[in-house]
């Protein structure tokens, strides 16, 4: 496909998109044909406000210049290295500059090549640590309900979103949930953490009482949920399932695929909550979104279980072919890079409060029955349309598209994650637009 304005494919059968009404978007095509910084260009020529950062990965913003001349350069000096029993120094510079802006404690970095793998991997780490320290019969994984984890199935069966787990036989076994925090009646139109639901983390207690902490492996949870539709951990819930974890011998897990890297306006939210958690997933922002790529965090304690045993053996039997790939790790390099030079990682607390008072601002909009935020994220739920889910929040996500705003939708809910370079007249902007679709009959 060429990038020329005009220019649309002839034939769109072929490729069985993702996560997308396939049969809806090929008779009415949304096409991006180039981007810089804050903006999108479309097929037909118009300019479109990202408002998302293309799925909470383009963090820096489009087509940065540091960026794409790393992956220019690195692509015409080393192409690729094997990525088991041999490396390259790029990998090895990456772990150590992803490790100085971790939260304190994390100290090793597994590479993955997407947010669903780093999910599996974390899984497979934690299940590997309790085993290798001879306590083995920790098997069972925790999530909780409507988290999302990726899409492999490792993911899938602690995750939580009941769409992506139905069709799917019977995923993992020895899996427990714990209840989400989504409390409208209570929570409604919070600025930042809810006060309702903090006591919700007792519910582990309960399941920790059914199978034993001896038998649970790990919890795993997104300190704010993302693909659900955006829930903000009420006070105190995530240090109270830190407590219960380490009381009773538990890993905890932070899926930071969407809040890592700047979102909340600390370079991860473990930071932001003051919530340490033994392993960190991470992908999307590591390298802008731009090259895939994922990194599992993890504390020397997990890390140095693994280091016995003859030193010719292999510790740990997992890994990608294009775990830590040169071209990834030259494109994460200059990512970090970027945003050091530019403050990014705490740009979003900057920004927050007008950002929060922008998104408020939509309060009186038809149809809105909860708005909510945090650092650089924003949520709006829609009331239903009877009998049809999903239909309003679809009409205002079309809508904004053609007035030249990105928005994404999830249920009936609107979730805003701008990139982090966003100025305020840009916030101005979206949310002037969005007030116009959400005021045009959705
Ligand atoms: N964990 C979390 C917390 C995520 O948000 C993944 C794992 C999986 O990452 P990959 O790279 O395998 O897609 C995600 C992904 C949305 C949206 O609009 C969110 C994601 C992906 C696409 C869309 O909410 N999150």
């Known amino acids: 496909m060429s990038n020329r304005l005009n220019a649309t494919p002839n034939d769109m059968r072929a490729f069985w998109m993702p996560f997308t009404a396939n049969r809806q978007f090929k008779k009415e095509p949304r096409l991006f ?17 990202d408002g998302t950062a293309g799925l909470w990965c383009v963090n820096a913003g489009h087509c940065r210049p540091k ?37 304190e404690g994390m100290s090793h ?32 994984l925790i999530g909780r309900e409507r988290g999302y984890h990726g899409v492999n199935f490792g993911g899938v069966s602690v995750g939580g979103i009941v769409g992506n787990r ?12 714990l209840p989400h925090t989504h409390l409208p009646a209570k929570n409604a139109f919070t600025r930042g953490q809810p006060e309702h639901g903090g006591d919700l983390a007792n519910e582990l207690e309960r399941i920790i009482a059914l199978h034993d902490a001896s038998t649970i492996a790990a919890v795993i949870i997104e300190p704010v949920a993302g693909s659900t539709g955006v829930l903000i951990p009420p006070k105190g819930y995530l240090q109270r399932i ?7 011998g538990i890993l905890l897990i932070f899926d930071e ?9 600390t370079p991860f939210a473990a930071q932001y909550f003051d919530v340490k958690p033994d392993i960190i997933t991470t992908a999307k922002g590591l390298t802008n979104g731009v090259i895939p790529m994922g990194a599992v965090l993890v504390t020397s304690e997990i890390h140095d279980a693994f280091m016995h045993g003859p030193e010719h053996m292999i510790e740990f039997f997992h890994g990608y072919t294009y775990s830590g790939n040169p071209i990834a790790s030259a494109a994460g390099l200059a990512t970090l890079e970027t945003y050091k ?28 029955i909860d708005i909510r935020n945090i650092g650089l994220i924003g949520a709006i739920e829609l009331e239903p349309i009877a009998g049809e889910p999903t239909k309003r929040a679809f009409s205002a996500f ?11 939708t999830t249920g009936d809910i609107i979730a805003l994650s701008p990139p982090l370079i966003i100025e305020k007249a840009q916030i101005d902007e979206l949310f002037t637009k969005l007030r116009e679709v959400l005021q045009n009959n959705i």
Not at 166 to 177: A, E, I, P, Q, Y
Not at 257 to 265: E, H, K, P, Q, S
Not at 398 to 408: D, F, N, Q, S, T
């Open 33 to 49: 044909v180039s981007a810089k910084d804050m903006y999108y260009t479309t097929h037909d020529g118009r300019t479109v406000l």
């Open 67 to 103: 960026i794409t001349e790393a992956i220019r350069q690195q692509a015409g000096e080393l192409d690729y290295a094997p990525a088991f029993q041999l490396g390259h120094p790029k990998a090895f510079e990456l772990a150590n500059r992803i490790i100085d802006i971790a939260p």
């Open 109 to 140: 970095v597994l590479y993955t090549n997407s947010g669903s793998e780093s999910v599996e991997t974390a899984l497979k780490v934690a299940l590997a640590y309790h085993r290798v320290k001879g306590d083995g019969s920790r098997f069972r």
């Open 166 to 177: 139905k069709m799917f036989g019977t995923l993992l076994t020895g899996v427990d949930h």
């Open 242 to 248: 830190r407590e219960l974890c380490t009381k009773h």
């Open 257 to 265: 695929v969407i809040t890592g890297f700047g979102r909340l306006g």
């Open 341 to 368: 030079d530019e403050g990014l990682l705490t740009r979003g607390a900057e920004l927050a409060s007008y950002w929060e008072d922008a998104l408020h601002s939509l309060k009186d909009c038809p149809h809105v």
């Open 398 to 408: 079309l809508k904004a598209y053609e007035k030249g705003l990105l928005i994404r």
